[in-house]
């Protein structure tokens, strides 16, 4: 069974850049049919969706966040990266990565990390 | 403003069954599979329905889900106390080409 666990800062400075990395375990992000997403949960909100990255390392991202945010997967395709750039108090929020399956007209999410709060501050 | 709307609150007692709404457009669960999740206090979300009706294995029959036109819902039965939770549905935009959720139902039992 695949699990999932981030990893980042906890605390990142207005106007940097926040990275976070996401470990596979029980799987590889080599594997077909999956997309390797970010998902975020703003402090007692609902759930966003941040960006999807296949094993290809074609990427889809939100739009309302398109031009911020970057995701990678690592040599070892163990690991997948977001990097969200010029961070704002906004910002701040627990980071998801999880799972995607790949299915005709949408993506469902099988398998999530247990989170990670980001905090922004100077 | 969620894209999927969904009731922020219900409540029942134990054993009661409860169903849970989530309303959307032709773009997107009009034409989409829907997925529910079910996240509990301080816990991450885990997958509960996927592909509209479909339960994972490990998920007792006492959830299931169904689509109707631009509809879906959740139907928990024989409620117990463990399933205080938050609930989300979840699916693809193809006009915002984008995967929306909604804002989330919070369970009381």
């Known amino acids: 069974q695949v699990q999932l666990q981030e990893s980042g800062p906890g605390l990142v400075s207005p106007l940097q850049t926040l990275s976070l990395s996401c470990s596979v375990s029980?799987?590889?992000?080599?594997?077909?049919?999956?997309?390797w997403s970010w998902i975020r949960q703003h402090p007692g909100k609902g759930l966003e969706w941040i960006a999807h990255?296949?094993?290809?390392?074609?990427?889809y991202y939100n739009p309302s966040l398109r031009s911020r945010i970057s995701t990678s997967v690592g040599p070892s395709k163990r690991q997948f990266f977001l990097n969200l750039k010029s961070v704002t108090a906004a910002d701040a929020a627990t980071y998801y990565c999880a799972r995607g399956v790949a299915v005709t007209g949408s993506v469902y999410f099988d398998s999530w990390g247990q989170g990670t709060l980001v905090t922004v501050s100077s | 403003q969620s894209v999927l709307t969904q009731p922020p609150s219900l409540s029942a007692a134990p054993g009661q069954r409860v169903t849970i709404s989530c309303s959307g457009t032709s773009s997107n669960i009009g034409n989409n599979y829907v997925s529910w999740y079910q996240q509990l206090p301080g816990s991450a979300p885990k997958l509960l329905i996927y592909?509209?009706?479909k339960r994972p294995s490990a998920i007792p029959d006492r959830f299931s889900g169904s689509k109707s036109g631009t509809s879906a819902t959740l139907a928990i039965s024989g409620l117990q106390t463990g399933d205080e939770a938050d609930y989300y549905c979840?699916?693809?935009?193809?006009?915002?080409?984008?995967?929306?959720f909604g804002g989330g139902t919070k369970l009381t039992v």
């Open positions: 592909e509209n009706n």
């Open positions: 029980g799987g590889s992000v080599g594997s077909d049919n999956y997309y």
């Open positions: 990255i296949s094993r290809s390392g074609y990427t």
């Open positions: 979840g699916t693809w935009d193809n006009s915002l080409t984008a995967d929306v």
